[in-house]
Structures are given as C-alpha cells and as structure tokens.
C-alpha cells in the first residue's frame, strides 16, 4: 500500500512503495540494456559514476542542457503516466499555483555503488523548475537537507527502495540535499520530528535506530527544464557533483 510521509521541512514528502517489487525489477533491467555514460564513456566521461539522460543530455562540466533527446521511452513514460494518476503532479502545481504543463520533461538515473555519493547541492533554480521528484530503486540511503544559510536547520530522511522522494518549496529551493558515501548509515526514527506517519503507524519502530548498509542503489530523478535557461554566475560557485 502507498505510503505518504510527510517530513518537517517544507515542501518536502515521501512516497513509500510508490511501485511494487515486480516493477522494480522490471524498470533495473531495461535501465541495465540501456548505455550508462560516466566513468569515461561519453557524455559526461568526467563522472565518477554512471548516469543514463532522457529526455534532454545535462552536461555536468558545463552545467548545460545540451541536446535534446527525443521522446522517452515507455520505462519512462510509465512512471510519468503514474505521477499524473496519482495526482502528484496536479497536487503539486494547484499548490503552487502552475499547471499541467510542469509535467517533467527530462529524467536523469544515476547509479551509486557502496562508497559513491552526492555532495551538498541545489538543483539549480535556473534550469529547473519547481518540483524536483527522485524515485529510489535497490538500496536504501539517508538523504541530508542542510539549508543554506543555516547550516543548523536541518532533516535527514530515509529514502527506501522503491520511494518517491518529492521536492518542492523551500526544501526544493532553501537547502541543500546530499547522500553520504558511507558504507553503513544509521536512521534515528524518532518522534520529534513531526513525522507522525514516518513510521508508518508502527508503534514499535518509534525512537529505534535503523541500520542502513548501503549497495547498489539507482535513482531516476524528474525534472522540468525552465524556457530560458542558463545557470547564474552564482550558481556556477557551487560544486554540484
Ligand atoms: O539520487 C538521488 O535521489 C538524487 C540525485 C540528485 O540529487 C541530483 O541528481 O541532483
Ligand atoms: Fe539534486
């Protein structure tokens, strides 16, 4: 059964079992016969790990959008015709105030063996628009928010196999997200957080550590690429990945 998990930070929610196990494997084999660029293998040879662009081609040592990819493929289109049944999409823009037309446009997957991670970043308002939504597939990692002038105010949520995590607001636009390349993490599931579903209703997981080992994960994120779009000098500062 879906699972909402709303988090304390604003604009910021997850989705548990947002596909079903057989889906998952499905969606690792076609992602495994497609081409993996990174790891020397253009585009982006520079990356130390494996991505696979839809959509559009993002290149990463320009921060560009650079060509534009043709449509997706039905892997692809099949979460998307999901975000728009389970009204994802719609929830999400009649609370900001936008329409259909954000249905995202460009699918990044990235591949993280144990030991790889994500530094501190904000996806860049320039270039994308205003939800940002990462579907995890495989292994489990802890994702950090640390917001970006107050290095104090922060969240760190699970995110588990087969997971939406969905970004949007402040925790879109006010922090900074990352995954840690810690070969072992541990989820402090307590209550104080705000989280009254973060346990799903299971009593007996409250104020418990969960060990996390951390192997293989993929992720797909979604993104809407903005008209006229180009990074900021400012944003050039930040170092992305
Ligand atoms: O792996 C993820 O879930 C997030 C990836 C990410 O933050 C990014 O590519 O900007
Ligand atoms: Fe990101």
């Not at 709303?6 to 079903?20: A, P, R």
């Not at 494996?50 to 099949?78: A, V």
């Not at 070969?183 to 209703?201: H, P």
Request: hydrophobic share 30%; charged share 25%.
């Amino acid at each position: 059964m879906v699972k909402k998990i709303e988090t304390s930070l604003d604009g910021l929610c997850i989705i548990e079992d947002f596909i079903t196990k057989d889906e998952e494997k499905d969606l690792i084999k076609k992602i495994d016969s497609n081409e993996w660029c990174g790891l020397g293998i253009p585009p982006n040879p520079e990356m130390k790990r494996r991505t696979q662009h839809y959509g559009y081609e993002f290149s990463y040592r320009y921060r560009k959008i650079m060509n534009h990819l043709g449509s997706f493929p039905d892997f692809i289109n099949f979460l998307i015709q999901r975000f728009i049944n389970q009204n994802i999409i719609n929830n999400i823009n009649n609370n900001i105030n936008d329409n259909i037309k954000d249905i995202p446009n460009m699918c990044i997957i990235n591949e993280y063996m144990a030991g790889q991670g994500i530094m501190p970043h904000t996806d860049s308002p320039s270039l994308f628009g205003p939800v940002i939504l990462s579907l995890s597939l495989l292994s489990p990692c802890l994702m950090k928010f640390e917001h970006k002038d107050f290095a104090d105010k922060s969240e760190v949520v699970l995110l588990r196999p087969r997971s939406l995590v969905i970004m949007t607001k402040s925790s879109r636009y006010d922090y900074k997200h990352s995954i840690s390349k810690d070969l072992i993490e541990y989820f402090f599931n307590n209550s104080n957080n705000n989280n009254d579903n973060y346990n799903g209703g299971n009593d007996n997981q409250l104020n418990c550590r969960e060990e996390i080992i951390r192997s293989r994960r993929i992720s797909l994120t979604f993104r809407t690429i903005i008209e006229n779009n180009s990074y900021s000098e400012q944003e050039q500062e930040q170092q992305e990945y």
